[in-house]
């Protein structure tokens, strides 16, 4: 079986592919049919069905693809199947809803946890414990740090066993976490149950959600994918509410098992992802092969621009989740208010408002300057957060939330587009996971950290204060990605420009060697050339 080299010229591809579907060029002496010329993508790749075939051709187990058949001169074989288009809705749409409500529940209930804080001050804290606030922090750090942990896990059983499978299991998960929360007696136990399994059962509920809309979407994915993020916003501004009014009412642990419905709905709402793309047929052995060849993608890091992504982001989220742990409890002892959870919608409304006008504007950035966005969304965050403890009244507090959400959407909206760039599409799902990854670090220990300060001081000031620095020092780092990766394309650009001249010099340099001399019927070597 004949087939072509996967790091062929997709130039050369392309030219191929146009031969072969003009039956008046076909060559009578080939022994090939160009119809039973596997077709190669023009990125130079081989694609994942031709290496699934070569595992299971190697592994000796008799199948053979169906779109690769026996090459006999003459033979009248159907064209290969074209590559998948997704419908552009139909069922999609109902996905999509079903994933808007997985994003929402998981992202709201984490983003509502600062009211969850003040309840667990209240009935596990100890007046007499100096580090009270410190150690009750973990328990909300340790759930959202686990969601972006388990990511590059989470993507690894995606492919092995699809996203039907991954989210509902992810969601049951889940929702024994917040179960067994609501029986929990002590503090200690619920780093366990909401921490840990609440938190790795909503990461693999979550990740799944944003694969399957690729099944369904293309040219409306950016419309879909503004919708369905939009989905935490919409929960941020709701759950509160509900919050304030069950826990004062049904208490702690009854909240929680209510909660747990959300997750019971989010697991069957996961029997909706139902997939659309084509599955290789192959053995499982050898689907397994291929996909722990593919775990660990080094390739990404080979990529200047994202190894300063990859340490930018992580660095600029030290203080990311600060304000939603602890700002109410800064209000409570503050301004001694009752409507606390105003604040937490603000940071709702905003957001979504954020991510759907930002997603727009990115767009029209070019290329890597899309991070320009970022850079200014970090600057903005940090500084909201510097500003919380200079605020004199509760209405500068609405308004740092208003603007920290604004730009909260932003730097959420872009961050795939931003990995399109940077990478490539090919690299894109590995190198959002193993960013997620990094994430979880200073997501779980920032809060810790500001808790600390404040059983220390007495005081948030100086939480708030650091907590500002972090964003303003990864948005620095990422202002020079721009630079690295123009300075790419510039290099790329005269890297093919001296290919092509050396090109067009030796096949200059072949004609003019070989010259037929007229009457001689032989082409004869010319010394001197012409040209």
Known sequence: MTGRDPNADPVESGQQESVEGEGELQDSSSNVSPLSRQKEPLNGEASVADEECKLQAGSGDGDHCPEQAPEHPGSDLPPPPGPFVPPEGGWGWVVMFASMWCNGSVFGIQNAFGLLFLSLLENFGDPNDKHLRFKTAWVGSLSMGMIFFCSPIVSVFTDLYGCRKTATVGAAVAFVGLVASSFVKSLEPMY???GIVFGCGSSFAYQPSLVI?????????????????????????????????????IGLSHTLRVLSAFMFVLFLVGFTYKPLMPENQHSN????????????????????????????IP???????????????????????????????????????????????????????KVFLQVVSFLVI???????????????????????????????????????????????????????????????????IAGYLRDLLGTYDLAFYLAGVPPMVGGAVLCTIPWIQYRKRMRQKRLITLEGETATAKILDRDSKNIMVAGSGEPQKEYVSSI
Not at 227 to 236: D, E, L, N, R
Not at 394 to 420: E, N, Q, R
Request: glycine share 12%.
């Open 192 to 194: 366990f149950t909401y």
């Open 213 to 249: 809309l690729g099944h369904y979407f293309k040219q409306r994915l950016g419309l879909v994918n503004g919708i369905v993020t939009a989905g935490s916003s919409v929960f941020t501004i709701v759950l509160p509410l509900l919050l304030k009014q069950l826990l004062p009412k």
């Open 285 to 312: 052995s050898s689907k397994k092969k291929v996909n722990i060849k593919t775990i660990f993608n080094v390739k990404i890091w080979k990529f200047l621009g994202y190894r300063i992504w990859a340490f930018g």
């Open 315 to 369: 660095t600029a989220l030290f203080g990311y989740f600060v304000p939603y742990v602890h700002l109410m409890k800064y209000v409570e002892e503050t301004f001694q208010l009752q409507n606390e959870e105003v604040l937490l919608m603000c940071i709702g409304i905003s957001s979504g408002i954020g991510r759907l006008v930002f997603g727009r504007v990115a767009d029209y950035l070019p290329g890597s300057n």
């Open 382 to 448: 940090g500084l909201m957060s510097m500003m919380i403890p200079l605020c004199q009244g509760f209405g500068g507090l609405i308004a740092v939330c208003l603007f920290m959400g604004l730009f909260d959407g932003c730097f959420i909206s872009i961050m795939a587009p931003v990995a399109f760039e940077l990478v490539g599409s090919e690299n894109v799902s590995q190198a959002i996971g193993f960013l997620l990854g990094l994430m979880s670090i200073p997501m779980t220990a920032g809060p810790p």
